[in-house]
């Protein structure tokens, strides 16, 4: 496929082109000035404390082509400093490269599968793109970027792909319906309905409904795989088989794709599914009945686009986890899991059972605020607390305010070695002197708790 032209992507935002040639093809795509290489195109994205149209000339200066900037700008550009690089002006340039996106989308005939869900979506995104490279040449999206400036920025990286898989996400109402509209899955995943953003949405049967919205922007004849044994997405399958063509994966329900003798072990799992009438043994390269799921899910994507089921597993087994997400890092004897990227009740809770289930003499679990959660904030955070108790951990350590509620469970329920801290520096300082070999331990809390900074000080 060919790389798109100004004079295409022109038409296609609505937008003007203010100068430069409209036969010029584009090679990518970007909103980072630092991040231009020759042929690139750079979009000036308006923040809510940044312009991005101001660093037009440090974009042209990297090697782009053009820009697309926004209206507003028009009197702030030097076009003798532009030279013959071209410019194109919009209204608004997150619209613009969602058009341009929904252009593009629209020139490819492939199989496209959009993953959402509360919790699981990059590693279940990432599991099947390796299923699906057993037989295509697979773009996914790179990193979180499954947003409204994320999403259409991957799909404007297709070229000679045949096949993609994106990530959406979302925190409220509408967010998905956007997506979903630019991406036209062919199969639509929906990992799971959990809580979180359960403070912006009201209610898990809220969130349901915003996960829903995936469903407006399939193609028709389309393919929806759901997780069986969430609640939720159970009763909603049960009374929508009839209008959607429903594929279901599980391990306690029966499923069309279920996984039975599972074994975990530190660094895999292992179990068996049964396919028209045979016995497969799939082999995950992460441990934590999670990843049965995920992997569960990638046989069905893999099945419904025609991939031998033991393709599938050999595209299983080479599996590797996103930076940060159950990253497994092993140092002078001490496990460690650095799943510090994002948290909800339902990561968490899969998270402690993980370290529980991993070796190591103690089990120490940090924890950080969960946020997002609202009125709920208080209830998510005890019912954590919860999980640290029935998961028999031996030492707690909390930062923020909110998880002082997982603390204060913990003690509750019979865990005595629990501190808190008010921030990742004190909280280091207390993890590296207590820290000794054979030890495993846990980082989760949401992103903007930075717990990267606690990883980086005991690695």
Request: overall charge negative; aromatic content about 6%; hydrophobic content about 35%.
């Amino acid at each position: 496929m060919n790389n798109l032209s100004i004079e295409e992507i022109v038409n296609s935002c609505k937008g003007k082109l203010l100068c430069g040639d409209k036969y010029r093809q584009v090679e990518r795509f970007s909103q980072d000035s630092r991040d231009i290489k020759d042929g690139d195109i750079y979009v000036g994205i308006r923040g809510d404390n940044f312009d991005g149209n101001a660093y037009y000339l440090d974009a042209l200066n990297n090697g782009a082509i053009g820009c697309i900037l926004e209206e507003s700008f028009e009197s702030k550009i030097d076009l003798e400093k532009v030279g013959n690089k071209c410019i194109i002006l919009v209204k608004d340039s997150i619209k613009a490269i969602q058009d341009i996106a929904t252009y593009r989308r629209n020139q490819f005939n492939i199989p496209t599968v959009a993953v959402t869900g509360s919790v699981g979506k990059t590693s279940t995104k990432d599991i099947i793109a390796n299923v699906l490279a057993q037989k295509f040449d697979v773009l996914k999206t790179q990193g979180n970027k499954n947003n409204h400036i994320g999403l259409p920025l991957t799909i404007l990286e297709l070229k000679n792909q045949n096949a993609m898989v994106v990530e959406m996400g979302m925190n409220h109402f509408g967010e998905i319906r956007t997506l979903t509209n630019i991406g036209k899955p062919t199969i639509c995943v929906i990992t799971n309905i959990g809580t979180s953003h359960i403070g912006n949405l009201g209610s898990r049967e809220n969130i349901l409904k915003a996960k829903l919205e995936i469903l407006e922007g399939m193609k028709p004849n389309g393919t929806v795989i759901v997780n069986n044994d969430n609640d939720l997405l159970h009763k909603w399958a049960e009374e929508n088989k009839q209008n959607y063509n429903i594929i279901t994966y599980g391990i306690h329900n029966e499923s069309d794709y279920m996984a039975f003798n599972i074994k975990e072990k530190d660094e895999e799992v292992e179990y068996d599914l049964n396919f028209k009438n045979k016995v497969y043994e799939v082999k995950v390269p992460v441990s934590g009945e999670v990843f049965v799921y995920n992997s569960l899910c990638a046989i069905a994507v893999g099945c419904t686009c025609n991939i031998d089921v033991k393709d599938s597993i050999k595209g299983i087994a080479s599996f590797k986890l996103t930076q940060k997400r159950m990253e497994i890092v092993k140092k002078d004897g001490i496990t460690i899991i650095n799943d510090s990227y994002n948290a909800s009740y339902d990561s968490m809770k899969a998270g402690l059972e993980y370290l529980k289930n991993v070796s190591g003499e103690r089990k120490i679990a940090v924890l950080g605020d969960m946020l997002e959660l609202g009125e709920f904030s208080k209830e998510l955070h005890e019912q954590v607390g919860e999980e640290v108790a029935k998961n028999n951990i031996d030492i707690l350590i909390t930062v923020g305010n909110y998880a002082k509620y997982i603390a204060s469970k913990a003690k509750e329920l019979g865990i005595k070695d629990v501190t808190s801290f008010e921030n990742n520096k004190d909280a280091s300082n207390y993890l590296k002197s207590i820290l000794r070999q054979n030890d495993a331990i846990l980082l989760k809390a949401s992103n903007s708790m930075k717990f990267g900074e606690i990883f980086e000080a005991i690695i």
